[in-house]
């Protein structure tokens, strides 16, 4: 997507700019919201809650990226679709109205193909993602985590891929519909014992890549 079409856009207005600290909600599922939020800097979460009450993790968002779901472009209000919580120590959010942003899009024709491309591409990820939980199991489910937390924060290094950003066995589980962090653990130790991944200051290092892939239909 060519972000730069978004960017400009947001140069162009004077819209108001929100700063939340790490572990803060921007949205709720289910509660109504009449703003529409791009993340100018910083790292955030989405996540649902399922029935039983438990918390399953989207994807995490870095870098400029519209966060809230468009919907309609009537309604002055809408149901948030999951939870937007700020995972880095502090984050910038444009907030927008979210009948503007939808008229706005509709004067110009690169802002609306630049939405229906973000939409595009977010509905084929999330389709790669539901297929990957499906048919890897709960090894390949970690394994597809490490790999995505390898794309999005990964730096590469002498010895390895490591993920520059600390990321609890809790939060893996939450990715990868696993109930216990212990699990979690169980697998990482696997990884650790083949000498797959190595745990540094709290991170995890990829020490061999094709370990990890090996177990994911990608």
């Known amino acids: 997507m060519e972000k730069q079409i978004l960017q400009t856009y947001l140069d162009n207005h004077s819209f108001p700019i929100i700063t939340k600290e790490k572990k803060k909600y921007i949205m709720y ?4 919201d009449s703003s529409a939020y791009i993340l100018k800097d910083g790292i955030i979460k989405t996540s649902v809650i399922t029935r039983d009450g438990r918390e399953f993790n989207l994807r995490y968002i870095t870098g400029l990226e519209i966060v809230s779901l468009l919907k309609d472009e009537y309604s002055k209000f809408t149901d948030a679709p999951f939870n937007i919580r700020i995972e880095s ?3 910038q959010l444009y907030k927008i109205n979210r009948v503007q942003f939808w008229q706005d ?7 609306q193909n630049y939405v229906k491309e973000y939409y595009r591409v977010n509905l084929l990820q999330s389709m ?13 489910a970690v394994c597809t985590q490490l790999y995505d937390l390898s794309e999005t924060f990964g730096v590469d290094t002498e010895d390895g891929r490591l993920i520059d950003f600390i990321v609890t066995n809790e939060e893996i589980a939450r990715f990868c519909g696993i109930t216990s962090a212990s699990s979690v653990n169980r697998m990482l130790q696997q990884l650790k014992d083949s000498h797959a991944i190595e745990i540094q200051q709290r991170k995890i290092l990829i020490k ?11």
Do not use: H, V, Y
């Open 208 to 218: 061999n890549m094709e370990a990890i892939t090996e177990n994911i239909i990608l």
């Open 29 to 32: 599922e289910g509660l109504q």
């Open 89 to 91: 120590p502090t984050a």
């Open 105 to 111: 899009i509709n004067r110009s024709p690169k802002l």
């Open 128 to 140: 790669k993602r539901m297929q990957q939980m499906l048919m890897n199991g709960k090894f390949g």
